[in-house]
């Protein structure tokens, strides 16, 4: 249950992370700026990011094929990262001088574009993993696994947006060069996430000859899953940046004890940093350690080898009606191993099917305490369904009983290699 817990909160959390974090240091920014249009802007694109990564959702789900998720994110992170130009340029310049009326309405646009282009991307990414734990329960959403996972989907959001919330409250006490210091960094963090993200597409599917660049971004996009710590530690710089920002200096209209209360107000702000920095903390440990059990794999028991003779697959019955999981490897005629999975289900009745399924692939599935588990989602299966498509399922595989052995044609088991290549 814990894995299954991890396996939702894990994600969750980082695509939070995400999105949260950079949207909280610049609504620091945005709040004490004398220009209102720039909040409303900041406000309603807000409320559009929402709604429109769940609608996009809700088509990429429905239809399938009518919303490209590799297209669709990467235009959402060209409006993220034109923004993101616009508003650093504008704010590096600001630490020289005041900004002009041009410069106010290009940062309003900046401020739609990466607050719209954030969302888009981080918000399918996220919308998009408790929808995959809806698909394998088939309709089964009072059971306690799936209770759990949605727990943990929650749970992630929850500490997601609550370290956003702390970035805002810690970077709102951050004087203004500062704040524009650690909002380039975590831009720039995030950028370059994006940026490996889309050179990634360009390279599948050999667009602009970017397939060209695959030698030289193949260790990036193998540690595409480490740039998490990198938005992670660029966040550390918010408390710490706190932490070292200077006593405010004694304005000349503040007697001893008025300057005291401006004093003891900024050492009441920094608490923000040290609330940013624990959340920030177990964030991490929650990245590192829970996703390393989260993704920890139960070992398969090695698979039984069998040949075809006379195009039939044959397996005594005596072999697999113990009521256990028993697993076979076929070597098709290209070398691939084609596994297959047999359980009895009661009698003569027996589940058969591919040892993979079409939402988590090859992964394969394990028997724990007596139930049938796939390997990659923790999801159990009911016996009595497998051999049955749909969901989490084992592919089935078309079989028949006779002369006291599972008999399975070798035809159908060269067909099945597609799904283990």
Same mark, same amino acid.
């Given at each position: 249950?814990?894995?299954?817990?991890?396996?939702?909160?894990?994600?969750?959390?980082?695509?939070?992370?995400?999105?949260?974090?950079?949207?909280?240091?610049?609504?620091?920014?945005?709040?004490?700026?004398?220009?209102?249009?720039?909040?409303?802007?900041?406000? #309603?694109?807000?409320?559009?990011?929402?709604?429109?990564?769940?609608?996009?959702?809700?088509?990429?789900?429905?239809?399938?094929?009518?919303?490209?998720?590799?297209?669709?994110?990467?235009?959402?992170?060209?409006?993220?990262?034109?923004?993101?130009? @616009?508003?650093?340029?504008?704010?590096?310049?600001?630490?020289?001088?005041?900004?002009?009326?041009?410069?106010? #309405?290009?940062?309003?646009?900046?401020?739609?574009?990466?607050?719209?282009?954030?969302?888009?991307?981080?918000?399918?990414?996220?919308?998009?993993?408790?929808?995959?734990?809806?698909?394998?329960?088939?309709?089964?959403? $009072?059971?306690?696994?799936?209770?759990?996972?949605?727990?943990?989907?929650?749970?992630?959001?929850?500490?997601?947006?609550?370290?956003?919330? $702390?970035?805002?409250?810690?970077?709102?006490?951050?004087?203004?060069?500062?704040?524009?210091?650690?909002?380039?960094?975590?831009?720039?963090?995030?950028?370059?996430?994006?940026?490996?993200?889309?050179?990634?597409?360009?390279?599948?599917?050999?667009?602009?000859?970017?397939?060209?660049?695959?030698?030289?971004?193949?260790?990036?996009?193998?540690?595409?899953?480490?740039?998490?710590?990198?938005?992670?530690?660029?966040?550390?710089?918010?408390?710490?940046?706190?932490?070292?920002?200077? #006593?405010?200096?004694?304005?000349?209209?503040?007697?001893?004890?008025?300057?005291?209360? @401006?004093?003891?107000?900024?050492?009441?702000?920094?608490?923000?940093?040290?609330?940013?920095?624990?959340? $920030?903390?177990?964030?991490?440990?929650?990245?590192?350690?829970?996703?390393?059990?989260?993704?920890?794999?139960?070992?398969?028991?090695?698979?039984?080898?069998?040949?075809?003779?006379?195009?039939?697959?044959?397996?005594?019955?005596?072999?697999?009606?113990?009521?256990?999981?028993?697993?076979?490897?076929?070597?098709?005629?290209?070398?691939?191993?084609?596994?297959?999975?047999?359980?009895?289900?009661?009698?003569?009745?027996?589940?058969?099917?591919?040892?993979?399924?079409?939402?988590?692939?090859?992964?394969?599935?394990?028997?724990?305490?007596?139930?049938?588990?796939?390997?990659?989602?923790?999801?159990?299966?009911?016996?009595?369904?497998?051999?049955?498509?749909?969901?989490?399922?084992?592919?089935?595989?078309?079989?028949?009983?006779?002369?006291?052995?599972?008999?399975?044609?070798?035809?159908?088991?060269?067909?099945?290699?597609?799904?283990?290549?």
């Amino acid at each position: 249950m814990l894995q299954a817990f991890l396996q939702q909160l894990v994600p969750a959390l980082e695509e939070s992370i995400k999105l949260a974090v950079p949207l909280g240091i610049l609504l620091a920014i945005i709040l004490p700026l004398p220009d209102q249009s720039i909040r409303r802007t900041f406000t #309603r694109v807000l409320k559009w990011g929402f709604f429109l990564s769940l609608f996009m959702t809700a088509v990429r789900v429905g239809t399938k094929s009518a919303v490209n998720r590799e297209i669709f994110e990467s235009m959402a992170i060209a409006v993220d990262l034109v923004g993101a130009v @616009i508003l650093c340029t504008i704010l590096l310049r600001s630490l020289h001088r005041e900004w002009t009326p041009r410069e106010e #309405r290009l940062f309003r646009f900046g401020t739609g574009a990466l607050t719209l282009g954030l969302f888009l991307y981080h918000g399918l990414e996220l919308w998009l993993i408790p929808v995959a734990t809806v698909q394998v329960a088939m309709g089964k959403y $009072l059971t306690l696994t799936f209770l759990v996972k949605m727990l943990g989907f929650f749970g992630g959001i929850f500490l997601g947006f609550l370290s956003g919330y $702390l970035a805002y409250k810690a970077a709102a006490a951050l004087n203004h060069g500062r704040l524009v210091f650690v909002f380039s960094v975590q831009i720039a963090a995030t950028a370059i996430q994006q940026v490996i993200f889309v050179l990634t597409v360009l390279m599948a599917r050999q667009l602009f000859g970017a397939e060209s660049l695959i030698p030289y971004m193949a260790w990036f996009i193998d540690n595409q899953n480490k740039v998490i710590y990198a938005i992670y530690f660029v966040s550390v710089l918010v408390p710490f940046t706190l932490f070292l920002q200077p #006593r405010p200096e004694r304005p000349v209209w503040a007697n001893p004890a008025q300057y005291r209360q @401006i004093v003891s107000s900024a050492i009441r702000r920094k608490r923000w940093g040290s609330g940013l920095l624990a959340i $920030l903390i177990l964030t991490i440990f929650v990245s590192s350690v829970g996703g390393w059990y989260a993704n920890k794999k139960e070992q398969l028991v090695p698979a039984v080898d069998v040949k075809a003779e006379n195009g039939l697959v044959q397996i005594p019955l005596e072999q697999v009606s113990d009521g256990h999981l028993h697993r076979y490897a076929f070597h098709a005629s290209d070398g691939t191993t084609v596994r297959v999975i047999i359980v009895q289900k009661g009698g003569s009745a027996f589940g058969v099917g591919l040892d993979a399924c079409d939402i988590c692939g090859a992964t394969g599935y394990f028997e724990r305490d007596g139930q049938i588990v796939c390997r990659l989602c923790d999801v159990v299966m009911n016996k009595a369904t497998i051999g049955l498509p749909g969901g989490c399922n084992p592919i089935p595989v078309e079989y028949h009983v006779q002369n006291g052995a599972v008999q399975i044609s070798a035809d159908t088991l060269e067909a099945a290699r597609i799904h283990f290549r």
